[in-house]
């Protein structure tokens, strides 16, 4: 064993290492579902779900993605997102139409409504902001380390 991992073994001892509280995975699922709960009743208001929110989000960073590029933006696959994007669509939220250079690619773009919700969509961003109690540097550290800890497990 390196001294690296005497290290690690000593700061953790055999009971401690197992316990719920200490696990990096059980920390992260937790937020995960507190945001879901924060963010449900403030995207209720606009009959979306969390992952049609950040379909939207996408698209208002690029319009007109096909649904691959969306699936690969936020890690979805087709079979997940094509049901989703009909909802959006059924809600008047984005359109669908297939690619006439390549039939077998749809894209997706955001309707007049979809691009108007954007608007509101700062909204969200400040009661989310409220509700994590971070200032603006503390999110972004942690989205920074979220990130690098998604990267290292990637």
Same mark, same amino acid.
């Given at each position: 064993m390196t001294n690296d991992q005497d290290m690690?073994? $000593?700061?953790l001892k055999e009971? $401690?290492?197992?316990?719920?509280?200490?696990?990096?995975?059980?920390?992260?699922?937790?937020?995960?579902?507190?945001?879901? =709960?924060?963010?449900?009743?403030l995207l209720e208001k606009?009959?979306?779900?969390?992952?049609?929110?950040?379909?939207?989000?996408?698209?208002w960073q690029q319009d007109r993605m096909t649904v691959k590029g969306?699936?690969?933006?936020?890690?979805? $696959?087709s079979g997940t997102?094509?049901?989703?994007?009909? =909802?959006?669509?059924t809600a008047g939220f984005v359109s669908r139409i297939r690619d006439k250079g390549d039939e077998r690619q749809v894209i997706?773009?955001?309707?007049?409504?979809?691009?108007?919700?954007?608007?509101?969509a700062f909204g969200i961003l400040t009661e989310i902001g409220k509700a994590t109690g971070c200032s603006m540097a503390e999110a972004a550290a942690l989205r920074s380390a979220l990130h690098g800890l998604s990267n290292h497990l990637g």
């Open positions: 690690r073994k $000593d700061d009971g $401690d290492a197992l316990a719920l509280g200490q696990q990096l995975c059980f920390a992260v699922y937790s937020v995960a579902h507190a945001f879901n =709960r924060t963010y449900k009743p606009f009959g979306l779900t969390y992952p049609q929110y950040l379909v939207l989000l996408a698209l969306i699936g690969e933006e936020l890690g979805l $696959d997102l094509s049901p989703l994007l009909k =909802r959006l669509e997706v773009t955001l309707t007049p409504k979809g691009q108007a919700l954007k608007t509101d």
